[in-house]
């Protein structure tokens, strides 16, 4: 497996003397297979951070939630996750189009605990697992190049309070998003959603800013 680290890892390791430490992680802890401890630890989660990068190199990170297990790990190298509705950006998805390389960080706030994944990803319009996600338009298939659990030390216990309504579940109508009601976006949502919009009520910026102030986002 190829060393994590470039020359400038190096020489930061050695200006602050932690070579040898380095090196045990990256010769002994980070690894490319899936282990069964890691497996049960990423289906257990419902929420993960993922990393990828625009086609000027620039890095960016977005919240990825769904129900628990809505990772899943399909063998020891192969990890799929589905995409929901979205703001119509595809800008996660764009950047994995085009460059492939993610980063995904998986983390328990109330334990705490935490994995770290790297890998290349792809789109999959077409599958199988489709089925087994309500309302998915797509899925993102992983293939795992570095696999390891990070320390958890600075991570500030957290306990989740409720799960998002916006989640998707089977034999569930989803509520639009309040951004949805907006009235500037009433031209570029779909006919459907505007329907539902206009029913609910259309807001304008300042309502909507008051809401997602008072969590009602």
């Not at 994995?96 to 792809?122: C, N, S, W, Y």
Request: glycine share 6%; aromatic share 10%.
């Amino acid at each position: 497996m190829a060393s994590l680290y470039s020359a400038e890892h190096r020489a930061l390791q050695e200006e602050f003397n932690t070579t040898k430490l380095a090196n045990l992680l990256d010769n002994g802890w980070i690894h490319e297979k899936i282990s069964e401890d890691e497996s049960k630890f990423i289906s257990s989660r419902d929420m993960f951070f993922l990393s990828t990068v625009d086609p000027h190199g620039m890095p960016t990170v977005s919240y990825k939630g769904g129900p628990t297990g809505f990772v899943k790990v399909l063998d020891e190298s192969t990890l799929v996750f589905p995409g929901f509705d979205g703001n119509g950006m595809f800008y996660s998805v764009g950047n994995i189009e085009a460059q492939h390389k993610v980063g995904m960080l998986f983390i328990d706030f109330e334990t705490p605990h935490r994995v770290r994944v790297q890998g290349t990803a792809e789109l999959v319009r077409e599958h199988e697992l489709l089925a087994e996600y309500t309302e998915a338009k797509y899925l993102i298939m992983i293939k795992v190049t570095k696999i390891w659990v990070n320390c958890p030390r600075y991570i500030h216990k957290y306990k989740k309070l409720d799960q998002s309504k916006y989640v998707p579940e089977p034999c569930k109508v989803t509520p639009i998003p309040t951004w949805k009601r907006l009235d500037i976006v009433q031209d570029a949502i779909t006919p459907e959603e505007k329907a539902i919009a206009e029913s609910q009520g259309l807001v304008d910026i300042n309502e909507y800013e008051a809401k997602v102030k008072r969590g009602e986002g």
